[in-house]
Every structure is written in structure tokens, then in C-alpha cells.
């Protein structure tokens, strides 16, 4: 099984505060990981750390290529006012570190766009305002902007919040067709999972550390 990303005794302090110590964990390709901790856990910390927008205290956290890592944070309630664009446009930021600065996107770049969308299955979205749209539509759209640039592993913030029933299963059928038929690796955070079903391996994350449990026992 190949590693993508492993935590090696990894201890994040802020201050004199220990917010996350000796963290062990191994990220495979193509595992579909659940990350359970209630709010004040070090969740957002954790995602920091392995987005590198932190350095650990001490550990090191090793990545055995360089990785794309397409990261969805909690969606916002105030995204009109973050993202007042079009689909097509909050996907072309998704582009950025593709097209380079203050260049034109080429037709390959909206050709991506294209092949992104109907991934996700919203092309008819493609035009519409990000206010215009559900809060499941909303939530496919960040993924969308996630996925387009071809990241190597998706990693979600509290996917499901604001969702309705219907919509969490739609995102739940939409993550288990990316990991299964595109062989994408995912790391999902949240502080509850209804449904573990989709998950292959789950972590809690408590008391500063990271355990991984049974999915028989979670």
C-alpha cells in the first residue's frame, strides 16, 4: 500500500498550550479516512499541519511525493460575500497555480472546467451565481474548485454542515464515486458522522491525540 502523507510523533504547542501530542498517523492512497473530534479538539490545528500552514513543534510530518492537496473548508454563511462570482469563475480560481499570474486562462483551462463540472455532475450550474444555489449545490461547487486543479488528495472540513438529509447523501454518493471509480484519496473532518458505512478507516481525535478505532466499535 502506498504512503501519501505520515505523521511521526507530531506536536503542535501554541504558546506554553499543547494543542495536539505525538500524533501517529499514515495516509494511504486511496483510503476514504474519517476524522471524528468535537469542536476544541485541534481539528482545525491538524488540517494546518498538513496543509503546511503550520510547522510542528516537534515530529515531522513526511510527504513521499509532492502532492496536490485540494482542501474544502466548512462552508461559509456569509459565501456570497467570499465568493461573489459565477460557477465557472470560483472554479477558475481553482486554476490559479495552473494559469500563473496575470495570465489569460487558455482553452485547455476551460476544458477543465468542463470536465470538472460534469464530474460533479453540475454543468447547468456553470453560469449561475454561488448565491442562486442550495446549500448542496454550494457545497458540490467547493468540491468542484478542489477537484480542478487534479489534486491527490481531497481533504473536507465539516462537509455536512448546513446540509439537509438529502443533501449529505448526495455529497456521501459523490465522495464514494470519487474514491471508488477515480481512485481518490480522501480525508474527511467532522465532529459527527451519521453514517461510517462509506468510511474505511476512522480516527477520533481527543485529549491532544489521534486514535485510530474498529469500524465495527466507531
Given amino acids: 500500500m502506498k504512503k501519501f502523507i505520515e505523521f511521526s510523533n507530531v506536536t503542535f504547542n501554541y504558546e506554553s498550550l499543547t494543542i495536539l501530542e505525538k500524533i501517529n498517523l499514515i495516509i494511504n492512497e486511496g483510503d476514504f479516512i474519517g476524522i471524528i473530534g468535537p469542536n476544541g479538539s485541534g481539528k482545525t490545528t491538524f488540517l494546518k ?39 465557472k469563475e470560483i472554479l477558475m480560481m481553482g486554476l490559479y497555480s495552473k494559469i500563473g499570474i496575470f495570465r489569460l486562462p487558455k482553452k485547455s483551462h476551460h476544458e477543465l472546467i468542463d470536465k470538472t463540472l460534469n464530474l460533479i455532475g453540475i454543468r447547468e450550474l456553470k453560469s449561475k451565481r454561488i448565491s442562486e444555489l442550495s446549500g448542496g449545490q454550494q457545497q458540490k461547487v467547493m468540491i468542484a474548485k478542489a477537484l480542478v486543479a487534479s489534486p491527490s488528495l481531497l481533504v473536507l472540513d465539516e462537509a455536512f454542515s448546513g446540509l439537509d438529509e438529502e443533501s449529505e447523501k448526495n455529497l456521501i454518493n459523490l465522495l464514494q464515486k470519487l474514491n471508488k471509480d477515480h481512485k481518490m484519496t480522501i480525508l474527511f473532518v467532522s465532529h459527527h458522522f451519521d453514517d461510517k458505512s ?17 469500524k465495527e466499535k466507531a
Fill in 198 to 214: 462509506y468510511l474505511n478507516r476512522i480516527f477520533t481525535l481527543s485529549d491532544r491525540n489521534i486514535i485510530e478505532i474498529e
Fill in 49 to 87: 499541519l498538513l496543509l503546511k500552514e503550520l510547522v510542528p513543534t516537534s515530529g515531522e510530518v513526511k510527504y513521499y511525493d509532492d502532492y496536490e492537496i485540494g482542501y474544502v473548508e466548512q462552508l461559509s454563511l456569509n459565501i456570497e460575500s467570499a465568493f461573489p462570482y459565477s460557477v
